[in-house]
């Protein structure tokens, strides 16, 4: 399970400042803890929230019984439990940190890892988000600079989203990034003058 941390931070900075009209339906896709869903159903949202790791299936249903709001949440593999569904809000915060091939996400590393380029998980949103969303709808997603958010971008357009990054920030490596620093910069991902990494908030909007 994942543990709140700035890229959460980041993302719930842009869910404040995203207009929300009460029973708005907002979708929490890789909900962890159950952060942001709270942070939504405070603000008078019906919030559904999905997540594959039963240990944060519970946590976050724990989390939303002790905050005092109602949030419906789900096991499953990212849209899977709400095919055939709208929403007029997703957020996302996805694994999006690049892994050496080979490493296959164990335990809590399902969390973060994604794949050799980082975007196992993105890319899969990116296709199938857009179907989810009703005119006028909005995706927030949060994830590293690492893992080619003009990618994301391009894809989201070329589904016919307006799509932008609207937030950034810088923080300093944590422990799974140190941990495989050698490896990001032999890959060119990180230069020998990086120090930091970055995070960005891509908005994507249906047009109506």
Not at 15 to 35: H, I, N, Q, W
Not at 44 to 62: E, I, P
Not at 117 to 135: F, K, Q, Y
């Amino acid at each position: 399970m994942y543990i709140p941390q700035e890229d959460t931070a980041l993302l719930a900075g842009a869910l404040s400042e995203e207009p929300l009209a009460p029973g708005a339906d907002v979708l929490d896709v890789g909900t962890g803890s159950g952060a942001l869903a709270i942070e939504a159903a405070r603000r008078g949202a019906r919030v559904t929230a999905v997540d594959v790791s039963w240990r944060a299936v519970c946590t976050a249903r724990l989390n939303a019984r002790v905050a005092g709001v109602s949030v419906r949440i789900r096991r499953g593999n990212l849209f899977a439990p709400v095919r055939g569904r709208s929403f007029d809000l997703i957020l996302t915060n996805p694994p999006y940190v690049p892994s050496p091939a080979g490493l296959r996400p164990r335990g809590r590393a399902r969390a973060w890892d994604a794949g050799h380029d980082g975007r196992v998980v993105l890319d899969r949103i990116c296709r199938e988000a857009p179907t989810l969303l009703r005119p006028g709808g909005v995706m927030l997603m949060v994830h590293s600079g690492l893992s080619d958010p003009g990618r994301t971008l391009d894809h989201l357009r070329s589904a016919g989203l307006k799509a932008s990054v609207t937030r950034r920030s810088r923080i300093s490596f944590g422990p799974v990034l140190r941990g495989r620093e050698n490896w990001l910069r032999g890959r060119g991902l990180l230069s020998p003058a990086d120090e930091q990494e970055e995070l960005v908030v891509v908005r994507a909007e249906l047009p109506v």
